[in-house]
């Protein structure tokens, strides 16, 4: 199945200069004058090297499929992450280095969607919002409610959001996992 550069997110795995590759970032490049194109972080497969190049938007890249399955996170290990088969209830341990930045967002008993090619996971997914407690907030300033201004929020596992000045220290906060952002109180 093709699908064209534009329509590329990270996870997506596609075949590329005859080798299998999965998307690890993609950046829609508008310039004022010409067309627009799409800059491309392409992870190996084989070998774990990661690449950068220009695709227009319009080209087609042939997609490939992994298989899926969901997956319960059970607790950090160092430099690995402990995964658990919900049907098997097998245990598998994740390299820190598929997760990358993400981990901050990593809780107990959170569901996550892990991908396999030949029995060994490729890329690990998020859940699009997770819910967590808020463990250090600066006080809020009296009238500054006036303006729209934010502060700074350190969450559990720490994860460093911008929230409006009424959250305070313990409440739970529903925030984005693909941008971080601040989606509301729970």
């Known amino acids: 199945m093709a699908v064209k550069a534009i329509d590329l997110r990270r996870g997506i795995g596609v075949y590329y200069k ?9 950046d829609h490049v508008a310039k004022g004058k010409g067309r627009s194109y799409m800059q491309i972080e392409l992870k190996s497969v084989r070998d774990g090297t990661i690449i950068r190049d220009r695709f227009r938007t319009e080209e087609t890249l ?4 992994f298989d899926r399955k969901p997956m319960e ?4 290990d160092g430099s690995s992450h402990v995964v658990m088969d919900m049907q098997s209830f097998e245990q598998l341990e994740i390299p820190d280095d598929l997760i990358g930045d993400a981990r901050v967002y990593l809780m107990p008993n959170i569901q996550l969607e892990v991908a396999f090619v030949e029995g060994k996971i490729i890329t690990i997914e998020l859940p ?3 819910v967590l407690k808020v463990v250090d907030v600066p006080p809020a300033v009296k ?3 006036a303006t729209s201004q934010v502060k700074d929020a ?4 720490g994860a460093r959001v911008k929230v409006p000045p009424f959250v305070e220290n313990g409440e739970t906060i529903k ?3 693909r941008t971080g952002e601040y989606l509301g109180r729970v």
């Open 62 to 65: 042939e997609q490939a499929i």
């Open 73 to 76: 996170y059970l607790y950090s």
């Open 175 to 177: 925030v984005d996992t």
């Open 18 to 26: 005859d080798q299998l590759w999965v998307v690890h970032g993609s």
């Open 128 to 130: 699009n919002t997770v």
């Open 143 to 145: 009238g500054a409610t």
């Open 154 to 157: 350190i969450c559990e596992g």
